[in-house]
């Protein structure tokens, strides 16, 4: 049975007591005292390894309440991580283009090239008026014409991979490797959001009433663990008449005593009922309209005596 259903239970039968004893007072309505209980779960899925919060014991906004393991949740932060460097690496090689050593190689290459074609050309130059002498087969001056041009052809080819070698990348490849280190990074926030969700903070103050798993317990993603009443979470549940119902508003004060209670303690009205408690019969009468009774709620302040449960009595 949970902390609300008891004290909804003890309000119910001080109020069914009231109704047949009939010697309340026209002027004090009874009530009963109850709490807007806080609720803390697991965010996620894991195991307790740290929950030394007690029944009874006080907490804070901002206070530890309890851990769970986060071996996996490291690992995913470590691997989002190292996709950022390797983004971001991949990223910085499209920018700058070829490195120093591939460059110089290909340099190599067209000084070798150029040297070929240096020595096509003197071939042919040497060659070819003894192949207009007729000294020489025609055939011979044009494989010297062919072998020049393809010197020619190499040498053009590799000052053209130079050139390359020696810009950036594509628009679209530095588009799509910024868009990927973007992404990296995304992820390594998602997982720094997962690892954080594994440590619970309080986002209340108040008293922890009741402890439903405690360390070294599996909790499941959504399970509870902690029931804590808020320090201005106690208010008092009421009925009033249908004829009483105009003499109090929203806003109002209202005054609260209970045995034991050596003062009356004010209350804040925070809700009043739209309708009745109980469904109405299809035709009214006067004696019907008189039975009709409607919620009304007043938050009490922090510093309140009375507890959960406990029979009271209001009036204004």
Known sequence: MTLSTRSSIAGLGLLLLAACSGET?????????????????????GWL???????????????????LD????????????????????????????????????????????????VR???????????????????????????????????????KQDIAVATLAGRPAAREAAD?????????????????NQRTIISQVSGRVEEVFLTQGEYATAGAQVLAVL??????????????????????????VTADGLGAPTTATVSYISASAEFTPPVIYSRNVRDKLVFLIEADLPSSTRLLPGLPVEVNW
């Open 25 to 45: 007072p026209e002027d004090i309505n009874t009530g009963y005292v109850e709490a807007d209980w806080v609720y803390i779960a697991a965010p996620q899925s």
């Open 49 to 67: 390894v740290e929950q030394t919060i007690s029944e009874g014991d006080t907490i804070a906004v901002g206070d530890t309440l309890f851990r």
């Open 70 to 117: 986060t071996d996996a949740e490291q690992a995913a932060l470590a691997e989002a991580q190292a996709r950022v460097r390797q983004s971001g690496a991949e990223a910085r090689n499209i920018e700058s283009g070829a490195r120093a050593p591939e460059i110089r190689a290909l340099q190599a290459r067209l000084a070798e090239a150029e040297a070929r074609l």
């Open 120 to 158: 096509a050309v003197t071939d042919r130059d040497r060659i070819m008026p003894l192949v207009e002498a007729g000294v020489e087969p025609s055939g011979l001056g044009e494989q010297l014409n062919s072998d020049v041009a393809a010197a020619e052809a190499a040498v053009e080819a590799l």
């Open 179 to 195: 868009a990927a280190t973007e992404s990296a990074q995304a992820s390594v926030e998602s997982a720094q959001y997962r690892l």
């Open 230 to 255: 808020p320090a201005d979470g106690m208010k008092v549940r009421f009925f009033v008449p249908q004829a009483e119902l105009p003499q109090i508003a929203m806003g109002d004060s209202i005054q």
